[in-house]
Nanobody
Framework: QLQFVESGGDLAQPEGSLRLSCKVP????????IAWLRQAPGKEWEGVSCMVIADGTQYYADSVKGRFTISRDSARNMVYLQMDSLKPEDTARYYC????????????????????WGLGTQVTVSS
């Protein structure tokens, strides 16, 4: 199992911004899709955003649509999550994960679809 490496988590003010980074093991083109998922204490896992590597299709959770943006730097083999207009409810540990399985709009946020994971990075939004 290959491991992703996340970074960029921090304490941020409400309405502030953070950019999370994810170093992809091997090559991103080895994966069908790479996603960001999060888990807050006492809450269910939530798919935040996903990018299909081949064509750049992006998926977002309704809770972050319009505020978060997923992007990729193929030269650096990195995937990013730009988080703007942060809210206290965005507080969670954020994980980067990859899958070789084909996903669609109905399955991109299913945890069990992802094969390789990172250890996560903590984001806390508080004044």
């Amino acid at each position: 199992q290959l491991q992703f490496v996340e970074s960029g988590g921090d304490l941020a003010q409400p309405e502030g911004s953070l950019r999370l980074s994810c170093k992809v093991p091997g090559s991103a083109v080895d994966y069908y899709a790479i996603a960001w998922l999060r888990q807050a204490p006492g809450k269910e896992w939530e798919g935040v955003s996903c990018m299909v590597i081949a064509d750049g299709t992006q998926y977002y959770a309704d809770s972050v649509k319009g505020r978060f943006t997923i992007s990729r730097d193929s030269a650096r083999n990195m995937v990013y999550l730009q988080m703007d207009s942060l809210k206290p409810e965005d507080t969670a540990r954020y994980y980067c994960a990859g899958t070789t399985r084909v996903l669609n709009h109905a399955t991109w946020n299913v945890l069990s679809k992802y094969e390789d994971w990172g250890l996560g990075t903590q984001v806390t939004v508080s004044s």
